[in-house]
């Protein structure tokens, strides 16, 4: 019996090598991306064996294509740093919110950041008029109530039409270093919780959340409120995870919140079990000895340590300096706090 599995296993194996090979062939290919490729074969070979209906075809179908454009669209700009704003579709342009958001998205064009937003009407459309095109995205979804992208996005290259929730969110996510959430609904308060479960958990890397209104404001501060009496309090969130983000009502601290995170701070990668922080300027000795002191708690093994590129990252900033440490993997509101005492350092 066994040997009949095995024998499956391998005709299974060479079918999909196979269909690589005729499907891709004339690329060039690196042996990560071929590897990846013959595995995605394997999951549409299992979806036929398994008799998959039509449905969950279509749904699996359509995700994958809305991911592939969304990747296109999003790649030649891959180097260029990235903040999402969120927030509610119903602001109306003489808000004073709408106009906070656009002011925010058009300091952070001026500091050569580009903004992503969900191109639809309210602060989707005053981060992009604030942006400009040169430096917007849009990731729409397509509702019988909200319908085209906004006049500051429509029939630019870089709009990406999205039929899911799930996939919208997914880039809204994946592409961006920074996030900006403004008042909204049930879809900016689902959009937050995500975003940072995903940072809490590590499924996102480390990245400043801002929630930001007008002076004067009360939304996130009475959203604070309830995070720490209702949920903190109760201990279902650790204090430290207030640490993920910020909240304030003025666009002075909101982007000296973003561009602070990366004044040392540039960019991290695990490689083997260490985790690896890629930096703008190396912390001084007496620093890296008082990083070990303040954040000895989220080393399982050894110390932090100051290093140069490994052998992983030869195409990955090896011009950076390095922070490497065994992290437990488990309190990323911590590793947030080694972000910011790294960002103090000077080297």
Not at 251 to 263: M, N, P, Q, S
Not at 303 to 322: S, V
């Amino acid at each position: 019996m066994t040997d009949g599995i095995d024998q499956t296993d391998q005709t299974e194996a060479a079918a999909r090598q196979r269909a690589s090979e005729e499907l891709f062939g004339g690329q060039e290919l690196s042996t990560a991306q071929s590897r990846e490729l013959q595995d995605m074969i394997g999951s549409l070979s299992d979806l036929a064996h398994e008799g998959t209906s039509v449905g969950d075809l279509k749904i699996a179908n359509t995700a994958l294509a809305e991911m592939a454009e969304a990747f296109r669209v999003f790649r030649p700009y891959r180097h260029v740093r990235k903040v999402t704003m969120f927030g509610s579709a119903r602001t109306k342009p003489d808000d004073p919110i709408y106009l906070l958001a656009r002011d925010l998205a058009a300091k952070m064009a001026a500091a050569d950041w580009m903004v992503v937003t969900g191109a639809g009407p309210g602060i989707m459309a005053a981060g992009l008029e604030g942006a400009g095109r040169d430096h917007a995205f849009g990731v729409n979804i397509r509702l019988p109530f909200e319908g085209d992208a906004n006049p500051f996005i429509a029939q630019d290259p870089k709009l990406v039409e999205m039929r899911y929730f799930f996939t919208r969110k997914l880039m809204l996510i994946k592409e961006s270093h920074a996030y900006v959430v403004l008042p909204g609904g049930f879809g900016t308060q689902d959009e937050s919780f995500e975003l940072l479960t995903l940072l809490q958990t590590g499924k996102a890397e480390p990245a400043p959340v801002v929630m930001v209104e007008t002076p004067g404001g009360t939304y996130w501060h009475s959203w604070l409120r309830f995070v720490q009496e209702a949920a903190i309090d109760a201990g279902w969130v650790s204090p430290e995870d207030q640490a993920l983000f910020k909240v304030t009502n003025t666009l002075e601290e909101a982007c000296d919140e973003i561009l602070g995170f990366y004044r040392i701070y540039h960019s991290i990668r695990w490689v083997g079990d260490l985790l690896v922080l890629r930096l703008q300027v190396q912390p001084s000795k007496a620093e890296v000895a008082d990083l070990n002191r303040r954040f000895a708690d989220i080393v399982v093994r050894g110390n932090i340590r100051t290093a140069g590129p490994f052998p992983p990252e030869r195409n990955d900033h090896p011009e950076l300096p390095r922070l490497a440490l065994r992290f437990d993997r488990f309190h990323y509101a911590r590793l947030r706090q080694l972000i910011d005492a790294v960002n103090e350092c000077t080297g």
